[in-house]
């Protein structure tokens, strides 16, 4: 599994991955511990290995979110930098569902968020192309830090929509101005 990037805004990383801009971040000698911005191997870019039909589930599971977004069950400005459009219709069940899904997670989370007053942390497992950082900081709910976690190939894919679309990166940079911010590949 993999670390994506880590809010911390009101704590500290170690200096040496503390890092003001995503594409300073992004470098592979930014971080000089472990092996952050370690390359894929040939088999993680191929997609190859047991894990193949966990994986999958991250590109299926966004179409189906981006196509639920584009008829009006929610509102998630940011799936369209991450997910192509459907090209054909979902069953009014499956929208239904990840509506249940996500309005569910969203209304935990909120409450966890208010009661806390934001002083906790969010670990995302499995994230895929989830958008849950940029919603909480739309509506000025981020944690004290945030995490998401997922295979090398999907962080990879990622982390290359965050740096090449502007949406993204700049609410992460304007998150860590002068804070520390840490992005990329960890083993």
Not at 33 to 55: H, K, N, P, T
Not at 129 to 141: C, G, I, P, V
Not at 155 to 172: F, G, Y
Request: glycine fraction near 8%; charge should be positive.
């Amino acid at each position: 599994m993999q670390v994506l990037y880590a809010n911390q805004r009101m704590g500290g990383a170690p200096s040496d991955h503390a890092h003001s801009r995503v594409d300073t971040a992004l470098c592979k000698s930014a971080c000089k511990a472990g092996d952050w911005g370690r390359d894929l191997s040939r088999e993680e870019r191929a997609g190859g290995g047991a894990d193949e039909a966990v994986r999958g589930t991250c590109e299926d599971a966004s179409v189906c979110k981006r196509f639920a977004v584009s008829v009006g069950y929610w509102k998630d400005p940011y799936i369209q930098y991450f997910v192509r459009q459907a090209k054909e219709r979902k069953a009014p069940e499956i929208n239904r569902g990840y509506y249940a899904r996500v309005q569910g997670v969203s209304y935990l989370l909120e409450a966890f968020l208010k009661k806390t007053e934001c002083n906790c942390q969010i670990v995302n497992l499995g994230a895929g192309m989830d958008t849950l950082f940029w919603r909480l900081k739309d509506e000025n709910l981020l944690p004290r830090k945030y995490f998401e976690v997922d295979f090398p190939m999907i962080v990879a894919r990622k982390i290359h929509n965050i740096k090449s679309k502007p949406p993204l990166s700049k609410p992460i940079i304007e998150t860590h101005s002068g804070d520390s911010l840490l992005i990329g590949l960890k083993r």
